[in-house]
């Protein structure tokens, strides 16, 4: 399987805290993207890294990518109740152009 | 902004019924996917579509099959279903993109498949 692992699978946190997800995967990646999925409805995208790129920023989400560990992070700084969903890291394969292959997502609960 | 339409929301079926889930999206983008989500295992691609026409098999196909006669229309077919295909099917599109770079995929709302 092309699927890496997502930890923690939950996660639950107090209002202001921040929150930190973390995203390994196994092959060769041209880009790592970060989505959020509210209860029972599609995915949104929230922010895509490069493989070129260490880290990246957008508002209060910032993203860490390791190609060496095949890894990355997505910290939530100053989280809301607003932000309890789950998280997805989903990663594009070199060579195979738009095709994502997602991991099992981690399910955050922030508690006001 | 890029709007993808899953035809029907909620649908329950009968084992050996042929069931079909209607994508479409209204951004002119190349690529079409579907995927299935089941608690633990998270979203697995079924089939995709590079441009109409074409399709090429992800990770599940078993079961499936996809038809792209237009650019804007990506159709997901249980040729006979089975209880073990109820789930959510979440279609999705982007646009074209070079093999070094990658593109945002914007997601329809999903479609609850409930075969009994």
């Known amino acids: 399987s092309q699927q890496g692992e997502e930890d923690p699978q939950a996660l639950s946190i107090q209002e202001g805290e921040n929150a930190t997800m973390n995203c390994s995967y196994k092959?060769?990646?041209?880009?790592l993207q970060w989505y959020r999925q509210n209860s029972g409805r599609g995915l949104v995208h929230l922010i895509l890294i490069r493989s070129n790129e260490r880290e990246k920023h957008s508002g209060r989400l910032r993203v860490t990518l390791d190609t060496s560990k095949k890894s990355s992070s997505l910290l939530i700084t100053a989280s809301r109740a607003a932000d309890t969903a789950s998280y997805f890291c989903?990663?594009?394969?070199?060579?195979?152009?738009?095709?994502?292959?997602f991991g099992q997502g981690t399910e955050l609960s922030v508690k006001p | 902004d890029v709007k993808v339409t899953q035809s029907s929301r909620y649908l329950v079926k009968r084992t050996g019924e042929k069931v079909f889930l209607e994508c479409v999206q209204d951004m002119d983008h190349e690529n079409m996917f579907w995927y299935r989500q089941d608690p633990g295992l998270g979203l697995r691609l079924i089939y995709f579509?590079?441009?109409?026409?074409?399709?090429e098999k992800g990770d599940i196909p078993e079961g499936y099959s996809v038809s792209r006669e237009k650019k804007e229309r990506f159709s997901l077919i249980l040729e006979s279903a089975s209880t073990n295909q109820t789930s959510m099917y979440l279609c999705?599109?982007?646009?074209?993109?070079?093999?070094?770079?990658?593109?945002?995929?914007?997601f329809g709302e999903g479609s609850w498949l409930t075969v009994v």
């Open positions: 579509s590079y441009d109409v026409k074409m399709k």
């Open positions: 999705a599109s982007s646009p074209q993109t070079g093999l070094s770079s990658g593109n945002t995929i914007y």
């Open positions: 092959t060769s990646i041209n880009n």
């Open positions: 989903a990663w594009g394969i070199y060579n195979q152009g738009g095709k994502l292959i």
